[in-house]
């Protein structure tokens, strides 16, 4: 049993597909503050700070924790949560018909191992059609996502070619982490 402190339900999947046993609670850590000039840098930012304040309120004696961080970026821009419709079809529009790394960073700690993995997995997309585009825009599942971008969902049809883990590019390096506690 491990704790996932993290509320993203595509995390709570993966690891419910993965048969991991979890319980999931977090803390929440505000990662608007983190200045970062690369996608790595801020993913490394965000995740480590999700770690600090976890860690303070659960330890990991009781159940190892586990926290994780995704961010797109295209165009050598971050693309970070979408805070409205318009600016979720900015952020779309500039992964269409684009290379897109998705980077995720996450920190297992157990009193045993602590782990830290960034893991990248690059898209190519195609062009997105406009109709599908403004189709998914009306529904809810762009929301809280990095880049507003769902691999597994909406952008699967325009994937091109593929470098990396799905795992990864859904927000949980799960291939990394099964090494360790599986």
Known sequence: MIRLASSSQTRAQILREAGVEFLQ????????????????????????????????????SDFPLLVADTV??????????????DEARE???????????????????????????????EYLFADFDTVELEAYLKGTDWIGKAGACMVEGFCKPYIKSVKGYESTAMGLSLEILKRFII
């Open 25 to 60: 609670e977090s803390v929440d850590f505000d990662e608007d503050s983190i200045v970062a000039s690369s996608p790595k840098s801020f993913v490394y930012k965000a995740t480590l700070g999700k770690y600090e304040v976890n860690l303070k309120v659960f330890g990991c």
């Open 72 to 85: 797109v970026s295209a165009n050598g821009k971050i693309l970070r949560k979408a805070n409205s419709v």
């Open 91 to 121: 952020i779309l529009l500039m992964q269409s018909g684009n290379s897109v790394t998705i980077t995720t960073c996450m920190i297992y700690q157990s009193p045993k191992i602590k782990i830290i993995d960034i893991s990248t997995t």
